[in-house]
């Protein structure tokens, strides 16, 4: 069976990280699975994890090329392409404003937290 890559070209970084990333997280588990086979016989210990991965790899290479899959990744690659993205000045000024809320609603209710603090110890001291 020869492997043919759908659509070659169209989708490329999009699919290929993908896969690299699916091959990562397989490999992984393929060594997690090799240090936990605790079998005196070296061959099954070697093989059973290495003929996971390759069977693995080939269910990824497939699945990145089942066209409505591929398809998909290409339309998604397509519309990252079509994003403006922000320039650095922005994303610089964007962070200073949240980061400047956030330490805004913090103060706030750290003081309304006190306020109830303090209003509840005088009520509960009173009766």
């Known amino acids: ?18 896969a690299l990333v699916a091959f990562a997280m397989l490999a992984t588990g393929c060594y997690a699975l090799y240090r936990q086979l605790s079998t005196g016989n070296v061959w099954v210990k070697a ?12 269910l990824i290479f497939w699945i990145v090329n089942k066209p409505g899959i ?13 994003v403006s993205w922000s320039s650095r000045k922005e994303i610089i000024a964007s962070t200073v404003v949240v980061i400047s809320v ?3 609603m913090t103060a706030l209710l750290f003081a309304a937290d006190n ?13």
């Open 102 to 104: 956030v330490a805004l």
């Open 47 to 58: 093989f059973v994890p290495t003929g996971v991965c390759v069977g693995f790899s080939w």
């Open 1 to 18: 069976m020869a492997l043919k890559i759908y659509k070659r070209g169209q989708g490329y970084y999009t699919r290929l990280y993908s």
């Open 70 to 82: 591929a398809d998909f990744m290409i339309s998604a690659e397509g519309e990252i392409k079509k």
């Open 115 to 127: 306020f109830f603090i303090y209003v509840f110890k005088i009520l509960i001291f009173k009766y």
